[in-house]
């Protein structure tokens, strides 16, 4: 797939439906996976696409928030006010609340285990809070087991934080994409995205998408046409290891919003009361075959001995290409 021309913008419908997509140039594209988050207000998330962290472990990063199954009951967890929910327009919706003082809860949906990927166009419709205190991303992470992060790979397709941050962010009108690997670690190589004017996250549906191929990962927001960050194996520093490119190691969807940590501080007291990241669908396509060139003889071609110098020959090819 590498320094294809691709060309299609993925409609915001609550209504659309898992299928093929519309052919960009030359290279058709089927639907393999996906999630429309169709169903009722309320109703049960696929759980044969979608499992849930759950804890307050912190996740590497200092967080603060207690991740919560939509079923759990256990405090700080409440299956009456559900972090992750079907809100019945056609969205999935992850929702921050503070049910106590100094205390939040969220969700984060994987699919570790039930869908995972190592090739591909990867993308989501998000609507989603830029607010103080809030870190919401959409990204994947390797799957390969015995292997550790960072050195397992992560590419974040969408990861938004606010400019007040300790860490100054995009805030309300862009976004950052980022991979991480052995070397970069947790700095990683990425870039940021700022949005026109009058266009921001939180107002709005935006699509965030990845192409992905073998040594190289395109980066676009709305038009996979125009990447805005391409990464390539040649890229890393040296002794770094691209981890994005065997089928021995697929990675997983991630969808989460974390409270506080490394790029969510500082809260504050309105932290929680935020309106929900929404989610209008989930997709992975894989792309057909794209037919080899073929060239067409215009004459013929004779071939004729030149000097010769040590173990090498040069020879001549006489003739219309």
């Known amino acids: 797939m590498s320094g294809l021309a691709l060309a299609l913008i993925s409609p915001l419908r609550a209504s659309a439906q ?7 140039g030359s290279v058709s594209w089927t639907t393999q996976l996906c999630d ?14 979608w499992a849930f962290d759950t804890g307050n472990s912190g996740c590497g990063n200092n967080e603060l928030q207690t991740y919560c199954d939509p079923s759990s009951n256990t405090a700080p967890c409440s299956s009456s006010s559900p972090n992750a929910f079907i809100d019945g327009k056609g969205h999935l919706a992850i929702q921050v609340r503070s049910p106590a003082a100094n205390t939040w809860t969220s969700a984060r949906l ?19 809070p830029s607010a103080t205190g809030l870190w919401p991303a959409f990204w994947l992470l ?12 992560e590419t974040d397709i969408m990861e938004n934080w606010p400019k007040t941050s300790n860490i100054s962010g995009p805030g309300a009108t862009g976004n950052c994409s980022t991979i991480h690997t052995s070397v970069t670690g947790g700095s990683g190589k990425g870039k940021c995205f700022t949005f026109l004017s009058g266009q921001q996250v939180d107002t709005s549906f935006h699509t965030y998408g990845q192409i992905w191929s073998a040594n190289m990962i395109q980066y676009y927001i709305d038009d996979p046409t125009q990447p805005y960050f391409v990464v390539t194996a040649s890229d890393l520093p040296p002794g770094d290891t691209w981890p994005f490119s065997s089928s021995a190691n697929p990675f997983f969807v991630i969808m989460n919003v974390a ?36 060239f067409k003889a215009s004459g013929n071609i004779s071939v004729k001995a030149g000097a010769t110098s040590g173990n090498a020959a040069k020879i001549n090819l006489l003739g219309t290409l």
């Open 142 to 153: 390797g799957a390969q087991p015995g292997v550790d992060w960072p050195m397992v790979g």
């Open 259 to 294: 409270v506080g940590g490394t790029l969510g501080t500082p809260i504050d007291a309105n932290t929680g009361k935020q309106a929900a990241m929404l989610v209008d669908y989930v997709r992975q396509y894989l792309p057909a075959p794209v037919p080899a060139l073929r």
């Open 110 to 128: 994987k699919s570790q285990g039930l869908q995972e990927f190592h090739a591909g166009r990867i993308e989501a419709g998000i609507q989603f």
């Open 36 to 49: 429309e988050f169709n169903g009722a207000a309320n109703s049960t998330i696929d759980r044969t696409k």
């Open 18 to 24: 898992c299928g093929t997509t519309g052919p960009t």
